[in-house]
Protein backbone atom coordinates (compact mmCIF):
# COMPACT_ATOMS: atom_id res chain seq x y z
CA UNK A 1 0.00 0.00 0.00
CA UNK A 2 1.06 3.40 -0.35
CA UNK A 3 1.22 5.89 1.92
CA UNK A 4 -1.85 8.20 2.32
CA UNK A 5 -0.95 11.48 3.83
CA UNK A 6 -3.53 13.28 6.48
CA UNK A 7 -6.18 13.92 4.26
CA UNK A 8 -9.41 16.00 5.47
CA UNK A 9 -12.81 14.50 3.58
CA UNK A 10 -15.83 16.57 3.24
CA UNK A 11 -18.30 13.96 1.92
CA UNK A 12 -20.63 16.23 0.82
CA UNK A 13 -18.04 17.01 -2.21
CA UNK A 14 -17.83 13.37 -3.05
CA UNK A 15 -20.46 12.61 -6.00
CA UNK A 16 -23.09 9.86 -5.18
CA UNK A 17 -23.14 6.79 -7.60
CA UNK A 18 -26.55 4.60 -7.88
CA UNK A 19 -26.24 0.79 -7.84
CA UNK A 20 -29.83 -0.96 -8.61
CA UNK A 21 -30.54 -3.72 -5.89
CA UNK A 22 -32.86 -6.47 -6.73
CA UNK A 23 -35.10 -4.18 -5.23
CA UNK A 24 -34.51 -0.37 -4.26
CA UNK A 25 -31.36 1.34 -4.68
CA UNK A 26 -27.65 2.05 -2.91
CA UNK A 27 -25.67 5.26 -3.38
CA UNK A 28 -21.90 5.07 -2.80
CA UNK A 29 -19.79 8.15 -2.58
CA UNK A 30 -16.26 5.86 -2.98
CA UNK A 31 -12.54 7.53 -2.02
CA UNK A 32 -10.05 4.81 -4.38
CA UNK A 33 -6.44 4.24 -3.03
CA UNK A 34 -3.80 1.88 -3.20
CA UNK A 35 -5.11 -1.73 -1.85
CA UNK A 36 -7.67 0.68 0.38
CA UNK A 37 -11.56 1.91 -0.77
CA UNK A 38 -13.41 4.21 1.74
CA UNK A 39 -16.91 4.35 0.96
CA UNK A 40 -20.27 6.03 2.57
CA UNK A 41 -22.95 3.78 1.03
CA UNK A 42 -26.89 4.86 1.51
CA UNK A 43 -29.26 2.13 1.20
CA UNK A 44 -33.37 2.99 0.03
CA UNK A 45 -35.83 1.76 1.79
CA UNK A 46 -36.97 -1.35 0.25
CA UNK A 47 -32.76 -2.21 -0.33
CA UNK A 48 -32.05 -5.69 -1.46
CA UNK A 49 -28.75 -6.75 -2.70
CA UNK A 50 -28.74 -8.27 -6.28
CA UNK A 51 -25.51 -10.65 -5.14
CA UNK A 52 -24.17 -12.40 -3.04
CA UNK A 53 -20.81 -10.86 -2.04
CA UNK A 54 -17.31 -12.51 -0.70
CA UNK A 55 -15.40 -9.85 -0.65
CA UNK A 56 -13.86 -8.81 2.90
CA UNK A 57 -15.27 -5.65 4.78
CA UNK A 58 -15.09 -3.41 8.21
CA UNK A 59 -18.95 -1.87 8.09
CA UNK A 60 -20.29 0.55 10.49
CA UNK A 61 -23.68 1.78 10.34
CA UNK A 62 -24.08 5.63 10.66
CA UNK A 63 -27.87 5.77 10.61
CA UNK A 64 -30.70 3.32 10.02
CA UNK A 65 -30.49 -0.33 9.93
CA UNK A 66 -30.30 -3.06 7.79
CA UNK A 67 -29.67 -7.17 7.93
CA UNK A 68 -26.93 -8.75 6.65
CA UNK A 69 -28.18 -12.03 5.63
CA UNK A 70 -25.42 -14.80 5.29
CA UNK A 71 -26.16 -17.27 1.78
CA UNK A 72 -25.75 -20.22 4.68
CA UNK A 73 -28.85 -18.92 6.16
CA UNK A 74 -27.48 -16.77 9.01
CA UNK A 75 -28.60 -12.87 9.55
CA UNK A 76 -28.19 -10.25 11.91
CA UNK A 77 -29.68 -6.69 12.29
CA UNK A 78 -27.28 -3.82 12.94
CA UNK A 79 -28.78 -0.10 13.95
CA UNK A 80 -26.97 3.17 14.00
CA UNK A 81 -23.64 2.52 15.85
CA UNK A 82 -23.27 -0.94 15.24
CA UNK A 83 -20.08 -3.03 13.37
CA UNK A 84 -19.18 -5.81 11.38
CA UNK A 85 -16.05 -7.15 10.29
CA UNK A 86 -15.10 -10.49 7.79
CA UNK A 87 -12.43 -11.03 6.02
CA UNK A 88 -12.68 -11.99 2.07
CA UNK A 89 -13.77 -15.43 1.47
CA UNK A 90 -15.02 -16.00 4.70
CA UNK A 91 -18.47 -15.27 3.90
CA UNK A 92 -21.16 -14.96 1.12
CA UNK A 93 -23.31 -11.84 2.06
CA UNK A 94 -25.81 -9.56 0.97
CA UNK A 95 -27.42 -6.60 2.71
CA UNK A 96 -31.40 -6.15 3.18
CA UNK A 97 -32.77 -2.76 4.44
CA UNK A 98 -36.26 -2.03 5.31
CA UNK A 99 -35.94 1.25 6.28
CA UNK A 100 -33.13 2.86 4.90
CA UNK A 101 -29.57 2.94 5.96
CA UNK A 102 -26.34 5.00 5.47
CA UNK A 103 -22.67 3.10 6.50
CA UNK A 104 -18.89 3.57 6.43
CA UNK A 105 -17.54 0.85 4.60
CA UNK A 106 -13.79 0.25 4.23
CA UNK A 107 -12.29 -2.95 2.60
CA UNK A 108 -8.68 -3.61 0.91
CA UNK A 109 -5.77 -5.94 0.20
CA UNK A 110 -5.43 -6.27 3.93
CA UNK A 111 -8.65 -8.49 4.48
CA UNK A 112 -6.94 -11.01 1.84
CA UNK A 113 -6.52 -14.15 3.00
CA UNK A 114 -2.34 -14.07 3.17
Known amino acids: MTPIPFLHIDWT ?5 EHPGTTGASFWQTLQFDGLRVRIVEYSANYLADHW ?7 HC ?3 SFISE ?5 RIELSAGMSYIVSDDLSSHRSISVTGAKLLIIDGEFLKDK
Open 13 to 17: TIPKE
Open 53 to 59: CQKGHIV
Open 62 to 64: LEG
Open 70 to 74: EESGG
